[in-house]
């Protein structure tokens, strides 16, 4: 099985900085992308910020030049420094895992791999204002 473990989050006035991390454990082969994703009360879960394995990069306009994500893959961890943090960014915080499973070969000698999604219980992120 896979777990996946937010923390770093908290109470902060605005102006302020946080730094989430997120680490995967368990029956892991290798892992995918990474992200972040926050979802305030009577509103949807959406992509805060986003990793691929090779480093490329995807923020929200909402967050660009505030939040930098960032990952550690020897750890299997995922950073989200929070800088400059505004009322609106309360919400509580999700951590996403890409996890592959080992690959296996066809008949034909083919290489096939099993991706699943794996999400973090949540983080409480609260800027006063």
């Known amino acids: 099985q896979v777990q996946v473990v937010e923390s770093g989050g908290g109470l902060v006035q605005a102006g302020g900085s946080l730094r989430l991390s997120c680490a995967a454990s368990?029956?892991?082969?290798?892992?995918?992308?990474m992200g972040w994703y926050r979802q305030a009360p009577g509103k949807q879960r959406d992509l805060v910020a986003a990793?691929?394995?090779?480093?490329?990069?995807k923020y929200a306009d909402s967050v660009k030049g505030r939040f930098t994500i960032s990952r550690d893959n020897a750890k299997n961890t995922v950073y989200l420094q929070m800088n400059s943090l505004k009322p609106e960014d309360t919400a509580v915080y999700y951590c996403?895992?890409?996890?592959?499973?080992?690959?296996?070969?066809?008949?034909?000698?083919?290489?096939?791999?099993?991706?699943?999604?794996?999400w973090g219980q949540g983080t409480q992120v609260t800027v006063s204002s």
């Open positions: 368990g029956s892991i082969f290798s892992i995918g992308a």
């Open positions: 990793i691929t394995s090779g480093g490329s990069t």
């Open positions: 996403n895992v890409e996890v592959r499973a080992a690959p296996i070969m066809t008949a034909t000698m083919d290489l096939l791999t099993n991706i699943m999604d794996y």
